[in-house]
């Protein structure tokens, strides 16, 4: 999927892939989305060790298998870089912080959530938030979308999924059919261009 | 043991059935609170609670949490907590870590077949626009209350200006390179510092 690697990357250590990982695990607030600016930080800015476009081909097939959206992108970042060892070392990084956090807090300090400046703290961090993601998406918008079509596919995308839910019209449409849709649009523009230069 | 067993199956199956992440495991979790004594739906409404107060995937916090709960409330011990929550933890990351191995051998073999190219080439431009609602989301939940009574309480001032001075210190020259974790703990501090300030 990628065309920009042509020298062959040093290998990367294990532990690398582990405590990039954690951080994005220990510092992000919300989970799937919202882990996108971390993210393209750790494995794209910082390391190289995937391309913006490897890693929404990741978040695409990350909407359509099962599990958690953090965990399918540390696997298949870790699968990359260093095979089976490093999807584990990946996978473990990103769940450790939040089973530490969860299991300690549980047990000691269970009515953390309506503590006084943690409510404080958080409605500052969902600003921040909001804030991060809607930089990455504009950052996104300009560097990946290229032709009409593009833009019609971005704009469709995220009309199908935000107005519904933002106009209570009382349904909703998963992002899982968005991918499949989007899928199948782009098989059937190959499958027409290969037709169409066949003639 | 039994106990241990009964995790490891309800939890691969989460894993494996609620696709989309986060709060898609939120129905099975409340599933298995009707079936099983260790969880209730007071603490469904107390693991949300803590799992959007705290960092990492929704979807792993929960799953420590119910499990925790397994093992500490059917043995009376956190050290019997801490185990089962690793275990659903593990559990419920299985079937995803499985999953993606596969499927990242299959795009390994397929990555050039002008198909696949063709595919991803319109779902890039695609998960933008699903990033960007999930943007939309976050951002129309943080600075609007949409149950207001007011047009004026509708717009959550507090939030709205701290919103504008971060969009524009993220996106100044000098600062545009840091961690995004900075700005983290930048908004988290403004938070506190106008919650105590104005009483939010």
């Given at each position: 999927m990628s065309e920009e690697r042509l020298e062959a990357a040093p290998v990367t250590p294990i532990w690398k892939l582990f405590t990039a990982f954690m951080r994005v695990g220990a510092f992000t607030f919300g989970g799937g989305y919202a882990m996108l600016p971390m993210l393209e930080r750790e494995c794209v800015e910082k390391t190289g060790w995937v391309t913006h476009d490897e890693l929404l081909d990741y978040f695409a097939i990350g909407q359509c298998t099962p599990g958690v959206i953090a965990v399918n992108t540390a696997t298949f970042v870790g699968k990359k870089q260093r095979g089976f060892?490093?999807?584990?070392?990946?996978?473990?990084?990103?769940?450790?912080?939040?089973?530490?956090?969860?299991?300690?807090?549980?047990?000691?300090?269970?009515?953390?959530?309506?503590v006084t400046w943690v409510r404080y703290a958080l409605r500052g961090i969902r600003v921040a938030?909001?804030?991060?993601?809607l930089n990455t998406v504009i950052k996104l918008?300009?560097?990946?979308?290229k032709d009409a079509a593009g833009y019609i596919l971005c704009v469709l995308a995220f009309l199908l999924v935000a107005l519904p839910q933002t106009l209570k019209l009382g349904f909703k449409i998963s992002p899982v059919f968005v991918v499949i849709g989007a899928a199948l649009v782009g098989a059937a523009r190959c499958f027409f261009a290969e037709r169409g230069g066949r003639k | 043991m039994s106990l241990i067993l009964t995790l490891v199956l309800e939890f691969f199956k989460i894993g494996l059935f609620a696709a989309g992440g986060g709060l898609a495991t939120l129905p099975f979790l409340t599933e298995l609170a009707d079936?099983?004594?260790?969880?209730?739906?007071?603490?469904?409404?107390?693991?949300?609670a803590l799992s959007e107060s705290t960092p990492g995937p929704l979807g792993i916090n929960m799953a420590t949490y119910a499990g925790f709960m397994a093992g500490a409330n059917t043995f009376g011990s956190p050290f019997a907590g801490a185990l089962t929550a690793l275990t659903a933890t593990v559990s419920l990351v299985a079937p995803s870590f499985i999953v993606i191995l596969i499927v990242s051998r299959v795009l390994e073999k397929f990555k050039n077949s002008r198909y696949v190219k063709a595919i991803f080439g319109s779902l890039r431009p695609a998960v933008a626009g699903l990033i960007a609602a999930a943007a939309w989301t976050v951002i129309s939940a943080t600075l609007f209350n949409f149950s207001a009574a007011t047009v004026g309480e509708a717009f959550l001032l507090p939030e709205i200006a701290l919103f504008a001075v971060m969009l524009v210190i993220t996106n100044l020259k000098p600062l545009k390179k840091l961690h995004p974790l900075v700005f983290i703990g930048f908004a988290a501090a403004a938070g506190v510092a106008m919650g105590y300030a104005f009483g939010w």
């Amino acid at each position: 999927m990628s065309e920009e690697r042509l020298e062959a990357a040093p290998v990367t250590p294990i532990w690398k892939l582990f405590t990039a990982f954690m951080r994005v695990g220990a510092f992000t607030f919300g989970g799937g989305y919202a882990m996108l600016p971390m993210l393209e930080r750790e494995c794209v800015e910082k390391t190289g060790w995937v391309t913006h476009d490897e890693l929404l081909d990741y978040f695409a097939i990350g909407q359509c298998t099962p599990g958690v959206i953090a965990v399918n992108t540390a696997t298949f970042v870790g699968k990359k870089q260093r095979g089976f060892w490093g999807a584990l070392a990946a996978t473990a990084g990103v769940v450790l912080p939040s089973f530490l956090i969860i299991t300690l807090l549980t047990a000691l300090l269970s009515n953390f959530a309506e503590v006084t400046w943690v409510r404080y703290a958080l409605r500052g961090i969902r600003v921040a938030v909001g804030v991060l993601i809607l930089n990455t998406v504009i950052k996104l918008v300009r560097e990946k979308i290229k032709d009409a079509a593009g833009y019609i596919l971005c704009v469709l995308a995220f009309l199908l999924v935000a107005l519904p839910q933002t106009l209570k019209l009382g349904f909703k449409i998963s992002p899982v059919f968005v991918v499949i849709g989007a899928a199948l649009v782009g098989a059937a523009r190959c499958f027409f261009a290969e037709r169409g230069g066949r003639k | 043991m039994s106990l241990i067993l009964t995790l490891v199956l309800e939890f691969f199956k989460i894993g494996l059935f609620a696709a989309g992440g986060g709060l898609a495991t939120l129905p099975f979790l409340t599933e298995l609170a009707d079936k099983y004594p260790w969880l209730t739906s007071e603490m469904i409404g107390r693991m949300v609670a803590l799992s959007e107060s705290t960092p990492g995937p929704l979807g792993i916090n929960m799953a420590t949490y119910a499990g925790f709960m397994a093992g500490a409330n059917t043995f009376g011990s956190p050290f019997a907590g801490a185990l089962t929550a690793l275990t659903a933890t593990v559990s419920l990351v299985a079937p995803s870590f499985i999953v993606i191995l596969i499927v990242s051998r299959v795009l390994e073999k397929f990555k050039n077949s002008r198909y696949v190219k063709a595919i991803f080439g319109s779902l890039r431009p695609a998960v933008a626009g699903l990033i960007a609602a999930a943007a939309w989301t976050v951002i129309s939940a943080t600075l609007f209350n949409f149950s207001a009574a007011t047009v004026g309480e509708a717009f959550l001032l507090p939030e709205i200006a701290l919103f504008a001075v971060m969009l524009v210190i993220t996106n100044l020259k000098p600062l545009k390179k840091l961690h995004p974790l900075v700005f983290i703990g930048f908004a988290a501090a403004a938070g506190v510092a106008m919650g105590y300030a104005f009483g939010w």
